[in-house]
């Protein structure tokens, strides 16, 4: 990531403070790991959203492949429940912010708000993939036999 997790909290902290009815806010990788939230959030609650958000993505990204048009990406998703909206953008390569509001909050503020942070700041909410430790190239050993063909 090219910003540090500071910088975005406190960016994420701005969201709320021009989003009226926003409670929180998380920027969360493709696979759900939290990268930084707001201050109201606590690192328990924040895992926890994590996991929702990226769950939530994954099933929204399933619908896009069988239903939308073959290209199989989400831009947005948005949950009504009792007590709350859940709003989930795409940030920028491999992350999503999450934002709960409260069940009366101008849904339609709330994503335009998170698509302006978005459009401002989306090479800098970019997650690397995460790269996982691969075996060793195993090379022959077997004698090389100069002039023989293998058919």
């Not at 769950?55 to 199989?72: N, P, T």
């Not at 800098?124 to 195993?138: G, W």
Request: aromatic share 4%.
């Amino acid at each position: 990531m090219t910003a540090s997790a500071t910088q975005l909290g406190w960016l994420l902290e701005q969201l709320l403070v021009r989003t009226p009815r926003a409670r929180h806010a998380l920027l969360l990788s493709g696979d759900g790991l939290k990268i930084c939230h707001t201050a109201g959030l606590s690192a328990d609650s924040a895992d926890q959203l994590a996991a929702i958000a990226a769950g939530m993505q994954s099933l929204s990204h399933g619908a896009s492949v069988e239903f939308g048009d073959a290209r199989g990406g989400v831009r947005q998703s948005m949950t009504e429940f009792y007590g709350g909206i859940l709003f989930i953008v795409e940030a920028g390569v491999g992350t999503h912010i999450a934002v709960v509001a409260a069940e009366d909050a101008d849904a339609g503020l709330v994503g335009f708000q998170m698509r302006e942070l978005v459009e401002q700041l989306g090479e800098h909410l970019a997650a690397a993939p995460r790269v996982t430790a691969t075996a060793p190239r195993v090379t022959s050993t077997a004698p090389r036999v100069s002039g023989a063909s293998v058919s």
